[in-house]
């Protein structure tokens, strides 16, 4: 379960370790935990697909790029 | 590199009255959205902002019209006789149906307002585009992923495809972005688009997403 920036930040290096393509989020994350997850997949040069997480409105969602 | 967000999720919290939104945002999705889309104003102030973030963003938006229609439109006979599905292989069509969920099930009494809801939605993805089309500077791109079942392996929920729900909303096809099969299940659409007279329409089809 990916519940802290921090493993956000650990899980997407995994995968990005693993060789995987993109990085598919979904609905029950949290915005600090979904930021962390751009910005490390950025870094590793990584898609982020997602759904909108549950906590967030589409406006707001906008505004993390 | 950027996010690609798929699904057009509009709360009524965003765009309603809060009195209003509680009383819909936290119902089973098919009953939800047919209330919410009902009750959205494409017109309002809220509708603009929302669209003028979403151009100055970096985020691609899949609205996944396939989906939508799918779950808002079309019930499983219909979906089974869709002439865009005739060339899928009946178990595929079967495991899609086995995968449908009672919080996805629109109740009879909402089937109308549901399909004029996917109206208002597909309406919502050409104002979107039109905002692209008129300023060259926006940066958002629309992404028609074609968020098909593939079976076995894709276990997401999805829509079957649908390539009309796109084509009025103005998509070009610009990929079928799944990893599992891609090229088998989009060589299917791309045959099934041009033998519909789409044939202009359809773009790269390959396992990767499409970048700017």
């Known amino acids: ?7 956000a930040r650990s899980a997407v290096n995994f995968l990005a370790d693993q060789g995987v393509d993109f ?31 549950r906590s967030m409105m589409m406006t707001r969602r906008s505004t993390l790029a | 590199m950027k996010s ?15 009195e209003t939104a509680n009383q819909i945002d936290f119902l089973p999705l098919g009953q939800r959205e047919p ?26 938006l899949d609205p996944t019209l396939t989906v939508d229609e799918s779950d808002f439109v079309l ?30 099930e629109v109740p009879a009494a909402l089937k109308e307002t549901a399909r004029k809801g996917f109206k208002k939605r ?8 039109n905002r692209r089309k008129t300023d060259g ?42 990893r599992a099969g891609p090229q088998s299940i989009g060589a299917v659409l791309v045959s099934i688009a041009a033998d519909r007279g789409y044939g202009q329409s359809v773009g790269e089809v390959g396992g990767h997403f499409c970048t700017r």
Request: charge should be neutral; proline fraction near 6%; include cysteine.
């Open chain 1, 1 to 7: 379960m990916v519940d802290s920036p921090e493993r």
């Open chain 1, 23 to 53: 990085v598919k989020v979904y609905n029950n994350v949290t915005e600090p935990v979904l930021a962390e997850i751009i910005e490390t997949a950025r870094q590793r040069g990584l898609i982020v697909a997602e759904h909108i997480p």
């Open chain 2, 4 to 18: 690609l967000v798929e699904h057009i999720r509009v709360t009524g919290r965003e765009m309603l009255p809060i």
């Open chain 2, 35 to 60: 209330l919410l889309w009902e009750k959205f104003d494409l017109a309002s102030a809220k509708f603009a902002e929302l669209i003028r973030h979403l151009a100055e963003s970096q985020v691609y």
């Open chain 2, 75 to 104: 019930g499983a006979e219909e979906q089974r006789k869709n002439a865009n599905n005739s060339a899928l292989p009946l178990e595929w069509v079967k495991f899609a149906e086995s995968q449908q969920s009672p919080l996805f």
């Open chain 2, 122 to 129: 597909k309406e919502f993805v050409a104002m979107l585009r």
């Open chain 2, 137 to 178: 500077s926006c940066c958002f791109q629309l992404r028609a992923w074609l968020k098909a079942i593939i079976p076995p392996v894709q276990k997401d929920s999805g829509g079957l495809p649908s390539k009309p729900a796109i084509v009025h909303a103005g998509f070009y096809f610009l990929g079928l972005t799944h």
